[in-house]
């Protein structure tokens, strides 16, 4: 079982930054990570995603604000949030995918999830 548990999250006004971490357990099973994100009455949605190759994907609405990364030698995934927008207020979840590394912002194709960190961004 991959554990994966966040961190970094917070409140921030618009236009600030934040940075997010997730800490897994293990990097051998997890060809994919991920963040994603929910707000109160909305479906989980992804927000970027990577694989093992650096490969990275992004939902259009962080394109040029957010950066994903992984650090393999700590296990550390990272996402950097820029230029916030209140409507970036969310939970957002770490989420690591086994087995063929494509990338993907879709939840189905990811086995493990994190507890999620609170991002709260005031206009």
């Known amino acids: 079982q991959v554990q994966l548990v966040e961190s970094g999250g917070g409140s921030v006004q618009a236009g600030g930054s934040l940075r997010l971490s997730c800490a897994s357990s293990e990097y051998t099973r997890t060809t994919r990570m991920g963040w994603f994100r929910q707000a109160p009455g909305k479906k989980r949605e992804g927000v970027a995603a990577?694989?093992?190759?650096?490969?990275?994907v992004y939902a259009d609405s962080v394109k040029d604000r957010f950066s994903i990364s992984r650090h393999n030698a700590k296990n550390t995934l990272v996402l950097q949030m820029n230029s916030l927008k209140p409507e970036d207020t969310a939970m957002y979840y770490c989420?690591?995918?086994?087995?063929?590394?494509?990338?993907?912002?879709?939840?189905?194709?990811?086995?493990?999830w994190g507890q999620g960190t609170q991002v709260t961004v005031s206009s």
């Open positions: 990577i694989v093992r190759d650096g490969s990275t």
């Open positions: 989420a690591a995918g086994a087995g063929t590394g494509y990338l993907s912002l879709l939840p189905g194709d990811y086995n493990y």
